[in-house]
């Protein structure tokens, strides 16, 4: 059974940093590209960040590029994001992934965590 369990969300303040964590199990973690998306209310899942199955090559969302930072440890199965000089629209539920192979659309993600709310405000 493939989990997928994200962590470190919560509630910051306008223009700080955060880490996003998100640990895989039941699947070969080495094999598949991760993802992380994020839905804020009344909008579309989108991509934040991606990163391939070797690390090699990462997708930045147009919405967050200059400020966030994947990466992978496949030695404990976990992909982490972080992200800095976050702004109120930031706020969504963010999603951990995991797929095939390297892509901006959330719909070639086979499998996903429950996800984890960041709410930015002062």
């Known amino acids: 059974q493939v989990q997928l369990v994200e962590s470190g969300g919560g509630l910051v303040q306008p223009g700080d940093s955060l880490s996003l964590s998100c640990a895989a199990s039941?699947?070969?973690?080495?094999?598949?590209?991760m993802g992380w998306f994020r839905q804020a209310a009344g909008k579309e899942r989108e991509l934040v960040a991606a990163?391939?199955?070797?690390?090699?090559?990462?997708y930045i969302g147009d919405s967050v590029k200059g400020r966030v930072t994947i990466s992978r440890d496949d030695a404990k199965n976990t992909v982490y994001l972080q992200m800095s000089s976050l702004n109120p629209e930031d706020t969504a539920v963010y999603y951990c992934?995991?797929?095939?192979?390297?892509?901006?659309?959330?719909?070639?993600?086979?499998?996903w965590g429950q996800g984890t709310q960041v709410i930015v405000s002062s």
């Open positions: 039941g699947l070969t973690f080495s094999s598949y590209a």
């Open positions: 992934a995991a797929g095939k192979g390297l892509d901006y659309d959330h719909r070639q993600y086979g499998y």
């Open positions: 990163i391939s199955w070797n690390g090699g090559f990462t």
